[in-house]
């Protein structure tokens, strides 16, 4: 398995798709947090979701989960799972995507780059561990994260 990506610009200027749960029940948000490498001898992609979102229950309840990167020309639709929450709306059928299997997850047609990932780790990162100014501009009033690390075991390219 081979991935060449600029981690940084990928997540952060790109943005991704966080997709969890399978085929009859998910949901999918936009990240802009989260990374890839190495870990226990795994090729691993790391995220980050807030105990709030929706996506939340479907990473706690499901072992295999996608982030997947989508072209420049995507990016309001990006913008609508960012800023609606799957109980809401209908977000999985939302016009322009097209829902597909990718293992034992999902992700969409429009993908240029899927990782499948099985879940090996979480944790809820702890604000006493954080920089005072990270807490003050992040987390003051609002949910704190959970960190997910995923083995990568696919790599679906368009």
């Known amino acids: ?28 948000m936009t990240i802009s947090w989260g990374g890839t490498g190495t870990l226990w ?3 691993v992609a790391t995220t980050y979701v807030r ?14 989960f996608t982030v997947s990167f989508y072209p420049e020309s995507m990016k309001d639709i990006l913008g609508v799972f960012g800023s609606k929450s799957g109980r809401d709306i209908d977000k999985m059928n939302y016009e322009g995507l097209t829902v597909r299997e990718a293992g ?13 990932c099985k ?11 954080i920089p005072k100014d990270i807490v003050e501009r992040f987390y003051e009033g609002d949910a704190p994260h959970d960190m997910y690390i995923g083995e990568v075991v696919e790599i679906i390219k368009k």
């Open 1 to 28: 398995m081979e991935l060449t990506i600029n981690t940084f610009s990928q997540f952060d200027k790109k943005w991704a798709l966080l997709t969890a749960g399978n085929k009859d029940k998910f949901n999918s």
């Open 41 to 43: 001898g795994k090729p």
């Open 51 to 64: 105990t709030s979102r929706y996506t939340h229950d479907f990473m706690d309840e499901n072992d295999y």
């Open 104 to 116: 034992e997850s999902v992700t969409y047609e429009e993908a240029e780059l899927t990782l499948v």
């Open 119 to 129: 879940k090996l780790f979480k944790q809820r990162l702890d604000e006493n561990n």
